[in-house]
């Protein structure tokens, strides 16, 4: 079936808002994100910049009990 460009659009940035969450480590990487998922368009995008993430994931104690991981294996995170 032949979608037109407006209805390809709406169905990306209706998945971009709803279904896409990324953690980043840099607010470099936010901006790249934000800018490759829906260009220079207004829209939702779904990032999170974390200052000295991975130092901070290394101290979380829920990491020893398997929560957060349990968490992830049922979301689908992009890290960037």
């Not at 991975?54 to 960037?80: A, D, S, T, Y």
């Amino acid at each position: 079936e032949n979608l037109t460009f407006e209805i390809k659009r709406e169905v990306w940035d209706f998945v971009v808002k709803n279904c896409v969450f990324v953690v980043c480590k840099t607010p470099m990487a936010k901006s790249i994100t934000r800018r490759t998922l829906i260009g220079y368009r207004m829209g939702k995008v779904n990032t999170k910049y974390f200052e000295d993430l991975i130092n901070q994931l290394k101290q979380e104690k829920r990491w020893k009990n398997g929560e957060i991981l349990n968490l992830l294996k049922k979301m689908i995170l992009i890290f960037v």
